[in-house]
């Protein structure tokens, strides 16, 4: 089956400082890339969807300037949390789909990003 | 706006049982797709069963099957001769197919305790 590697799976790192967030598609190329967030015990929430070559789309109350999302091959998305804070700590998921086809979409391992 | 559901926070049961965890859904669209999501210990996502709005016929995939009822927006989990290693949080997630993309929207997540 297609993989999606996510890189790092976890990063602790200083209030303030910038961290980037991987997401690769290994075996296909993804037209589209979702990256969702997840708290202890609760859903995945959306926060913003990818396509190759433009620009992300945010769900409501996502901060675009906070969580810079980059698209910039047909096998890589990168989340970047910019000036991050202890309220940005949480575990961040990515997936993958070929197409706009509903077959299944591939998730990443996730990365749980502790912010100090 | 579409919203997914999950009444049951926790669930439990016996080894070698069946248990039925529940979804609902609320949609104005006709088209879309209904999908069963394990996100074990790992957290890594792991599809487990979907279900094209359209069919009438319930999905089956070996000792998981599902119980559709449109009118009802209803699609509920049905885990045979429950194993160990179904232990997980299990969500429920919603795909609108005449969409721009196809993202997906969780439900709050059910955890299930598997008793040997």
């Known amino acids: 089956g297609a993989v999606v590697s996510q890189h790092p799976s976890r990063v602790i790192c200083k209030s303030g400082t910038s961290v980037k967030i991987e997401c690769r598609s290994l075996?296909?190329?993804?037209?589209?890339m979702f990256w969702y967030r997840q708290f202890p015990k609760q859903s995945l929430m959306l926060m913003a969807t990818?396509?190759?070559?433009?620009?992300?789309?945010?769900e409501q109350g996502v901060e675009k300037d906070k969580f810079l999302i980059n698209h910039a091959s047909l096998t890589l998305s990168t989340l970047t949390v910019t000036s991050a804070h202890p309220e940005d700590s949480s575990f961040y998921i990515c997936?993958?789909?070929?197409?706009?086809?509903?077959?299944?979409?591939?998730f990443g391992s996730g990365t749980q990003l502790s912010v100090l | 706006a579409q919203t997914v559901t999950q009444s049951q926070p926790e669930m439990s049961v016996q080894e070698a049982e069946t248990v039925t965890l529940s979804c609902t859904y609320d949609?104005?669209?006709?088209?879309?797709?209904l999908f069963w999501y394990k996100q074990p210990p790992s957290r890594q996502m792991i599809l487990v069963i979907r279900?094209?709005?359209?069919?009438?016929q319930n999905a089956t995939e070996n000792r998981f099957s599902v119980n559709f009822q449109k009118a009802a927006k209803s699609f509920s989990l049905k885990i045979s001769d429950s194993q160990l290693g179904d232990a997980a949080m299990y969500f429920c997630?919603?795909?609108?197919?005449?969409?721009?993309?196809?993202?997906?929207?969780f439900g709050t997540g059910t955890l299930l305790a598997v008793q040997p």
């Open positions: 075996d296909f190329q993804a037209t589209t």
């Open positions: 990818s396509n190759e070559g433009s620009k992300a789309t945010y």
């Open positions: 997936s993958a789909s070929r197409d706009r086809g509903h077959e299944k979409l591939f």
């Open positions: 279900q094209e709005a359209y069919k009438q």
């Open positions: 997630a919603y795909s609108f197919q005449g969409g721009a993309t196809n993202k997906l929207i």
């Open positions: 949609t104005s669209e006709s088209d879309y797709y």
